[in-house]
């Protein structure tokens, strides 16, 4: 006996450990004949990178899944035996090895599952086939068959661009023969060929290499990555050997079994675990800092989607924002705007935008009412999964319930047309705020964007006397997409601090609807906030806007305004979302980047909502 447990269990109990709990990382096991087995390799790998691994047994039950999900803070998925080709679509070949039903079904919702909540992946073997087969990828059934049946258009390792997305279609126009053999009979631990990797990649950032030994045990494999995915490292034959995602996320798939040479003492592959216990562990900060603080999204244009049949308690690959989609990512709150273009300024086209903006507004009060009222008739005793809140109280009492929020704004004032007694309409209808234009200049004010023939001008003796009302009211005025002049003219006219719901810098994307830095200072100034949007338009003019130009343009804000002055607007269902941002499913990505840029708990309160609701109160208080 070579193990004292009791000393163990003495020398642990010497000192108070704390509150230290290393990442959870859930391994997938391999459920056959026998039970749920997993090789040693797998678990111990997991240990020696700081992380604590578990074994998920599979099962179809979405619930189940979710539960798991939601303890876990990163997947790791093993090596096993071949996919069955009906989950994807094929007919099985000739040469299709042993198939595990049971654990496909369970791996390929999990996946998707996990990929929706952003949870970090790491695929090995069998996993990478997994990761591509789960998220729109193809396979090779078997690569001989597939030598020997065609040349194949086999995606090749690619560096990272700036559009990374386009990186998953890119092409070589054959396998490279002679196919080599990838089902080796040496040891798991000794290499039998070599691989490719991609400069600038995540796997070249791990290993420091561009050429690396691997071992071999598939004759499955990555034929097509899939829109999410991207090719990082090739054998010398042309077979995919490494993936990586293409959306700024933290997912990586290897071909080979990097466990087995860590189980060997080779510390060579150790990188790999320890990047997936980092993100685990990163992971598991956002999520945690997200039970703790109010998430609020100050922008959305969802409700113009409506009246196409959207049901917002559902998924909805129409929509960016819904009831699953703001739990994956972590977003309480979020402003929903009706959205009214801006139309000729008659009688009649004001009548025409008056009754659109209030239909909208109208839809998103019913659906609420109408999820209320399934939710009474399911659960009477437990509060509805959402509400429609008017003022920061009722946000941090909804938060405090496990309620999500909506709130009612309107983007564009041509909604009120030149009645200012509108304001007391739709004040009373629930709006927080009213954007004060849109595209083309109206009643009110001048445009950043005024239509062909129009001038630039600033704020009106009408869009002054707007302004009063909505001071009076406690509606905050909101200026994204006002010209610069209405904008100096609106800080002088308002008794209020005012917003921009959704604007970024001009500095670093040098359009008329972002804020000068100028306009940034006399915003603070004035007891203002931004709120940085995520329409790729407006973080940069050339190429593919990310997560990183979203990040860039908030340091730079914050940078010019100061903490107190920021926050989020996404513009989502608005033409918002990029690469890492691409719905509400992902907001959890950028409270995951700014923690790497050491921003604090407080830091990130005030901009997740901290910031706007301080002045959302202000206003508010004038219509005390």
């Known amino acids: 006996m070579n193990f004292d447990w009791k000393s163990t269990y003495t020398t642990f109990h010497a000192s108070f450990p704390g509150s230290r709990r290393t990442p959870l990382i859930g391994i997938t096991g391999n459920f056959g004949d026998k039970g749920c087995e997993l090789a040693e390799g797998y678990f111990e790998s997991v240990l020696r990178a700081g992380g604590t691994p578990v074994i998920l047994p599979p099962t179809t039950d979405p619930n189940a899944i979710v539960s798991m999900l939601g303890t876990v803070d990163a997947l790791l998925l093993s090596g096993g035996a071949d ?3 009906l989950y994807v679509g094929e007919e099985p070949i000739p040469a299709l090895g042993h198939i595990n039903p049971r654990r496909d079904s369970f791996e390929l919702l999990l996946i998707r599952l996990a ?5 970090p992946m790491l695929g090995i073997c069998r996993g990478i086939q997994m990761l591509s087969a789960a998220l729109d990828g193809t396979l090779w059934q078997d690569l001989s068959s597939a030598f020997a049946l065609t040349a194949g258009d086999v995606p090749a390792a690619t560096e990272p661009s700036g559009d990374t997305s386009a990186t998953s279609s890119a092409t070589v126009p054959h396998f490279n023969p ?15 060929h070599s691989v490719s990797i991609a400069e600038g990649s995540l796997l070249h950032s791990l290993l420091g290499t561009t050429s690396l030994a691997v071992n071999s045990f598939h004759h499955q494999a990555v034929r097509t990555p899939g829109p ?4 990082t490292a090739t054998a010398p034959d042309g077979v995919i050997e490494a993936i990586e995602s293409s959306e700024h996320k933290s997912i990586l798939g290897v071909q080979w079994h990097p466990e087995c040479f860590c189980l060997s003492g080779d510390q060579t592959m150790a990188p790999i675990f320890q990047w997936l216990v980092h993100e685990a562990a990163e992971y598991r900060e956002a999520r945690r800092l997200h039970e703790r603080i109010l998430t609020l999204d100050s922008h959305c244009d969802t409700p113009m989607f409506f009246d196409q049949g959207i049901h917002f308690e559902q998924r909805d690959p129409r929509i960016l924002v819904d009831l699953h989609k703001m739990d994956e990512g972590g977003l309480d709150a979020s402003i929903m705007v009706a959205y009214i273009p801006q139309g000729e300024r008659t009688p009649e086209g004001n009548a025409q935008a008056t009754a659109y903006a209030e239909s909208q507004l109208q839809r998103v009060i019913q659906m609420v009412d109408t999820i209320r009222q399934h939710n009474e008739a399911d659960h009477n005793d437990r509060p509805s999964v959402l509400e429609i809140a008017h003022t920061p109280d009722d946000l941090y009492r909804l938060k405090a319930q496990g309620t999500k929020a909506i709130m009612l704004g309107i983007e564009n004032g041509y909604a009120i047309g030149h009645n200012a007694d509108l304001i007391e309409h739709f004040a009373d209808m629930g709006i927080v705020y009213l954007t004060l234009c849109h595209n083309g200049n109206n009643d009110i004010c001048g445009s950043a964007r005024p239509r062909a023939g129009e001038p630039l001008m600033g704020l009106t003796d009408f869009g002054a006397d707007v302004i009063r009302r909505m001071n009076s009211r406690g509606v905050m005025v909101d200026l994204s997409h006002a010209s610069e002049q209405s904008f100096y003219d609106a800080i002088d006219v308002s008794q209020t ?19 000068t830095d100028a306009q940034l200072r006399t915003l603070a100034a004035h007891g203002g906030v931004a709120q940085v949007t995520f329409y790729g338009g407006f973080l940069r003019t050339d190429g593919q806007a990310t997560i990183r130009d979203a990040i860039a343009h908030l340091n730079h804000m914050i940078d010019i305004m100061g903490i107190d002055h920021v926050g989020i607007g996404t513009d989502f269902d608005g033409d918002g979302g990029v690469p890492g941002l691409a719905s509400a499913s992902e907001l959890i990505n950028f409270t995951r980047r700014l923690l790497r840029q050491r921003y604090s708990e407080d830091d990130l309160r005030l901009i997740w909502g901290g910031n706007f609701l301080r002045v959302m109160r202000q206003v508010q208080k004038m219509n005390a």
């Open 178 to 192: 002679p196919l080599l053999k990838h089902d080796q009979s040496l040891d798991r631990a000794v290499a039998s």
């Open 497 to 515: 601090p005012i917003v921009c719901s959704h604007s970024s810098a001009r500095s670093l994307c040098d359009h008329p609807r972002n804020l």
């Open 228 to 231: 999410h995915l991207r090719v």
């Open 115 to 119: 990929y929706d909540r952003q949870i």
């Open 83 to 85: 996919l069955n080709p």
